[in-house]
């Protein structure tokens, strides 16, 4: 049985599709999953499971119950891993990094629109698994 991360996208945001996290918690340990824990009110949970299709499973299940179907990226430890190794900022100051995974690589990225509107103290990297991010001073409208 393998360790898994579950990231929940769109849940308990702006007062749509709420989603206790305790229901939460029961509704994946009522599909087979093992020690289920969430981390505050994100959606983001840990979990022990073998089974396939998950993302599938879960999303459906939530939809039944809740009426909303929540788009799911399962990650392994070793994916987690694999990004904390790959890093690009990792020797920087740790609360200004920010990762945001991707569930396949990205086509046709018009990285010079990134940079366009980088700030002169950002940075970041993107790779076909994830997008790191450096900010030092904070993510900052600059409309």
Do not use: W
Request: aromatic share 10%.
């Amino acid at each position: 049985m393998g360790r898994m991360i579950a990231l929940f996208r769109g849940v308990n945001v702006g007062g749509n599709n709420l989603l206790k996290m305790a229901d939460l918690r029961t509704l994946l340990e009522g599909l087979g999953l093992k020690n289920v824990k969430t981390y505050i009110q994100s959606g983001n949970v840990v979990f022990d499971s073998d089974l396939d299709n998950l993302e599938e499973l879960i999303s459906t299940k939530v939809n039944d119950v809740y009426y909303f179907s929540p788009k799911i990226l399962l990650l392994t430890n070793l994916d987690l891993q694999k990004c904390l190794d790959e890093n690009p900022f990792k020797d920087r100051d740790v609360k200004s990094q920010h990762f945001f995974f991707l569930k396949a690589p990205p086509k046709d990225v018009d990285l010079s629109l990134l940079k366009s509107i980088q700030a002169n103290d950002e940075e970041f990297k993107l790779t076909n698994k994830v997008f790191y991010l450096f900010t030092p001073n904070g993510i900052v409208d600059q409309n």
